[in-house]
């Protein structure tokens, strides 16, 4: 089992950032896991943010995002990261990680982010 916890969300003035991270616990290491970062805004489906593989070598970005957001991975704190920059009104969610590998798969309970001033 894995256990993901998001933290440091809040509220941010427009083109202000914010730093959330997800942090695992339980047996497995997180070494092997891909973390992908979803957000969900009110009345809206969850989308995906940005992914990195298990190196931390490759991530991914949506179009929304490129160029604002950053993902990192300390494998060794067993924490990931969703560095968000610039931040827009409509960035406001809730922002969930999820880790994968094979068939497991294992999701946070969430992080509010409002955007708004």
């Known amino acids: 089992q894995l256990q993901l916890v998001e933290s440091g969300g809040g509220l941010v003035q427009p083109g202000g950032s914010l730093n959330i991270s997800c942090t695992a616990s339980?047996?497995?290491?997180?070494?092997?896991?891909?973390i992908a970062w979803f957000r969900q805004a009110p009345g809206k489906e969850r989308e995906g943010v940005s992914c990195?593989?298990?190196?931390?070598?490759?991530?991914n970005y949506a179009d929304s995002v490129k160029g604002r957001f950053t993902v990192s991975r300390d494998n060794a704190k067993k924490t990931a990261y969703l560095q968000m920059n610039s931040l827009k009104p409509e960035d406001t969610a809730v922002y969930y990680c999820?880790?994968?590998?094979?068939?497991?798969?294992?999701w946070g309970q969430g992080t509010q982010v409002t955007v708004s001033s």
């Open positions: 339980g047996g497995f290491p997180l070494d092997e896991f891909t």
């Open positions: 999820n880790a994968y590998y094979g068939g497991l798969d294992y």
């Open positions: 990195i593989v298990k190196g931390g070598r490759n991530t």
